[in-house]
């Protein structure tokens, strides 16, 4: 009997640190295998426990391997193309100073500066998501008023806004909202938002910025009325996904996968919504106290 609550209370003992490990091991904790005394009755779970433990971190460690080596290649692509881009550039520029060309001579160098530069733009802006995504985006994080952001990025937008055909309705409030973030990638973010909304925007509708700040977080919203039909079930925040599919002009479909990534490296959250053709992005912060 003496024996039985003996084995009984060391099982009992043993059951402890198996359930917190098996529950570190759910919440993706996987610094350390469980190790339990060779006779005990758990020492058939935890090594399975381990083994599970050990597939979950050779997994993750192959994952960011491949994150790693996909960074690495984008960033040697990416500067493999931009020295043949800056002499494609650097030429263009010089037959654009020729003079006495004829006229449809002129519009094929100029066709051809904007591609180039719209390509650099592209190549660039592929390096830079893929490094937010990878983690290994530079950041320097400071404490910045989202309002103040958000009004300087409008007003050095307000040529674009201007000679649009949208009307911007705007509500923030004139009291600081705090957060925490990179000031530079934030303000890129709302930069490719208002963007994104000045090129798929119905000419002539009314596009509405807010800021709200709750009791811990602020979110800011933009809405627009999409100038073409949206089409369900799309994550607007991948890679090259554009809502109109049928242009090839104007953006890359990397506007919102940039906002997104940049966001969530600076520890904030982009949700995209559709209602029919109302389009809305959401992005939220917690609050800097």
Same mark, same amino acid.
């Given at each position: ?17 198996? *359930?917190?490990?098996?529950? #570190? @091991?759910?919440?993706?904790?996987? !610094? ?44 040697? /692509? +990416? ?25 449809? /001579? ?16 592209? @190549? ?39 000679? %649009?055909?949208? *009307? =911007? ?20 973010? =709302? ?15 009314? /596009? ?11 979110? @800011?919203?933009?809405?627009?009325? %999409? ?24 953006? %890359? ?5 940039? #906002? +997104? ?14 209602? !029919?053709?109302?389009? *809305?992005?959401?992005?939220? =912060?917690?609050?800097?106290?």
């Amino acid at each position: 009997m003496v024996w039985l609550l003996r084995r009984g209370w060391d099982l009992l003992r043993q059951l402890g640190p198996f *359930t917190a490990r098996l529950s #570190a @091991v759910r919440s993706g904790d996987l !610094a350390a295998p469980l190790e339990l005394p060779a006779d005990s009755d758990l020492r058939q779970a935890a090594e399975d426990l381990n083994g599970i433990h050990q597939g979950m971190r050779a997994a993750l460690e192959e994952r960011m391997k491949s994150e790693r080596m996909k960074v690495e290649l984008i960033a040697n /692509v +990416s500067h493999d193309l931009k020295t043949p881009l800056t002499s494609v550039i650097s030429y263009a520029e010089l037959l654009r100073e020729e003079e006495d060309l004829p006229e449809h /001579v002129q519009d094929y160098i100029r066709i051809l500066n904007d591609k180039a530069q719209r390509l650099s733009v592209m @190549v660039q802006d592929v390096f830079e998501v893929s490094k937010a995504a990878s983690g290994e985006l530079s950041l320097h994080t400071e404490r910045l008023d989202l309002g103040k952001l958000l009004r300087q990025t409008l007003a050095d937008m307000d040529e674009a806004v201007s000679q %649009s055909s949208l *009307t =911007f309705r705007t509500e923030l409030p004139e009291a600081p909202v705090w957060i925490t973030a990179d000031g530079d990638r934030l303000y890129r973010v =709302f930069q490719n938002l208002v963007q994104n909304v000045l090129e798929y925007s119905l000419e002539g509708s009314r /596009v509405y910025v807010t800021l709200d700040a709750g009791k811990d977080a602020a979110t @800011v919203r933009l809405k627009n009325i %999409s100038r073409t039909e949206l089409p369900p079930g799309v994550d607007f925040t991948a890679r090259f996904v554009r809502g109109d599919q049928s242009r090839t002009d104007g953006g %890359s479909g990397l506007g919102l996968a940039i #906002a +997104s990534s940049f966001t969530a490296a600076c520890g904030g959250a982009l949700r995209v919504s559709t209602d !029919a053709d109302l389009f *809305t992005v959401e992005v939220e =912060f917690p609050l800097s106290r």
